[in-house]
C-alpha cells in the first residue's frame, strides 16, 4: 500500500518538522510505503526565505581599517534552516517531485492508495497561511484514493465563515476524519456535519532515542524554548525559578536575553537532546509541552492567546493544567512550593490515548480491523513500535 503525507514540512520549525517525522516514522515502521508529499506553496516558501535574507556584507570603520561583518541573524536562520531540511532528507522519505502550486499537486491525484492530510494547524484559516484548499485534499481523486485526516488542526479559528461551503464539501468527500484538538472537533462536527475523533499529536507515537543528540552543558539548566514575545511577569517568573532551582538559563531556536546559554541554530537532534537533559523547560509552544511531557520533565507554559485552544487542551486532557503560568506560580516560587508532576498517573493516560490513536490510524488505513476488537489484540499488529 502506498501513502502520501501532506502536511507542513518545509518550515523553521522543530515542532512542524518532528511532526511531520513522526507521522512518517510510525507509519514507515507498519511496514506502508510511505513519502511526505514535497509541498512548498510560493507564497509560504517565500515567506521562509525571506527570513534568511540578507546575508550581506556591511562595510565598518574600526581605527580606520575597514571590517567585514556577516548579518548574523540571517546566518543563523539559514544554519537552523538547513539543519531542519538536512534532518528531513536524512530521517524520511520525501516526493521525487517538488511541488509549488496546486497544479503541481494534481500530478498526485491518483498516485497513492492513501492520502493523509495532517498534523499541524493545516486548516487554520487565521494564520499568515490563510485558506489553502490543497491541505483539504481537493486535488485528490477519491474514487481511487482513500483521503483522511490525522490530528489535523483548525488552530485559533473559531468559524469557517465565507470558506464554509466549500470546506463543507470537502470534508465530507473524506473517509475518515481526525482533528487533535477539541475546537477542531467542535467545527468538523457543527459546521461541516461530520464524524470526527480527536486523537494524539504524532510525536507522542514514536520514541526518541535514537535521534538525542546529547548537549554538552555541565550545569543543570532551564531550558526556554519561546517562540514569541514575553510579558514582564512571565520574564520575572523565569529570573525566579532559575534562581530557586540554581539553573543555568539555555534559550533554543531563538536568542533570548535572560539566557546564559543561547543555541538558536540547534538541530532537531540538537532539540531533542536539549529536552532529554533539561532540568525545567518553560515554553509558550504546543509542541514545547508535547515534548515536556514525552522526557518527563518538570514544565510551565505561558499560553498565547492564538495558542489556547491546542495547549490548553492538551494539558487538560492529561490532568496538568497547573503547569499554565498564572500569578500563583510565582507566589509558590517565592514559598519554595513548586510542586512534582505525578507521571506515573499522567501516562497511564497517556499510554491509552496513544494506543488509541494508533489504533485509529491503521484502521484508517486499511478499513479491515474490526472496531469490538480489544486494544490488547490489536495493539499485537502494530510491528515493533513500543506503546
Not at 514540512?9 to 515502521?29: C, I, K, P, R
Not at 480491523?369 to 499485537?380: F, I, L, M, P, W
Request: charge should be positive.
Amino acid at each position: 500500500m502506498k501513502i502520501g503525507i501532506i502536511t507542513f514540512h518545509h518550515v523553521d520549525n522543530y515542532g512542524a518538522t518532528l511532526q511531520a517525522y513522526a507521522l512518517w516514522n510510525f507509519l514507515n515502521s507498519q511496514g506502508y510505503d510511505v513519502e511526505i508529499i514535497d509541498y512548498r506553496p510560493t507564497k509560504i516558501a517565500w515567506i521562509y526565505f525571506r527570513s534568511l535574507l540578507p546575508i550581506k556584507r556591511v562595510k565598518i570603520n574600526i581605527n580606520e581599517n575597514k571590517k567585514i561583518r556577516i548579518n548574523e541573524k540571517s546566518f543563523i536562520n539559514i544554519s537552523r534552516a538547513w539543519k531542519m531540511r538536512r534532518f528531513l532528507l536524512s530521517n524520511l522519505k520525501l516526493s521525487n517531485r517538488k511541488v509549488y502550486n496546486k497544479k503541481g499537486l494534481e500530478y498526485y491525484d491518483d498516485k497513492y492508495d492513501v492520502i493523509i492530510c495532517g498534523s499541524d494547524q493545516i486548516w487554520c484559516l487565521d494564520s499568515f497561511r490563510g485558506y489553502n484548499s490543497s491541505f483539504f485534499l481537493d486535488f485528490v481523486n477519491n474514487t481511487t484514493t482513500r483521503k483522511i485526516s490525522y490530528a489535523a488542526s483548525f488552530g485559533n479559528t473559531i468559524k469557517l465563515g465565507d470558506f464554509q461551503k466549500e470546506i463543507y464539501t470537502l470534508i465530507n468527500q473524506f473517509q475518515s476524519i481526525s482533528v487533535r484538538d477539541s475546537n477542531s472537533l467542535k467545527i468538523i462536527t457543527n459546521e461541516c456535519n461530520k464524524e470526527a475523533v480527536k486523537v494524539l499529536d504524532p510525536t507522542f507515537l514514536i520514541k526518541y532515542d535514537a535521534l538525542k543528540s546529547p548537549p554538552k552543558i555541565k550545569d543543570q539548566y532551564l531550558l526556554l524554548y519561546i517562540q514569541s514575545d514575553m510579558e514582564t511577569e512571565e520574564e520575572y517568573f523565569i529570573k525566579l525559578l532559575a534562581e530557586e532551582k540554581n539553573l543555568t538559563i539555555v534559550s533554543v531556536g531563538k536568542y533570548n536575553q535572560l539566557a546564559q546559554i543561547n543555541l538558536e541554530a540547534a538541530s532537531p537532534k540538537e532539540w531533542i537532546g536539549l529536552y532529554s537533559q533539561a532540568s525545567y523547560i518553560v515554553t509558550n509552544t504546543y509542541h514545547g509541552a508535547v515534548f515536556s511531557i514525552i522526557f518527563k520533565k518538570l514544565f510551565n507554559v505561558f499560553v498565547p492567546n492564538d495558542k489556547s485552544n491546542k495547549v490548553t487542551d492538551l494539558l487538560i486532557d492529561l490532568g496538568l493544567q497547573n503547569r499554565i503560568f498564572s500569578d500563583q506560580l510565582k507566589y509558590q516560587i517565592l514559598n519554595k512550593q513548586i510542586f512534582d508532576i505525578d507521571y506515573k498517573a499522567v501516562h497511564e493516560i497517556l499510554e491509552s490515548k496513544i494506543l488509541e490513536s494508533k489504533k485509529y490510524l491503521v484502521e484508517a488505513i486499511t478499513q479491515g480491523v474490526v472496531d469490538t476488537r480489544s486494544n490488547v489484540e490489536c495493539n499485537k499488529e502494530y510491528k515493533g513500535v513500543d506503546v
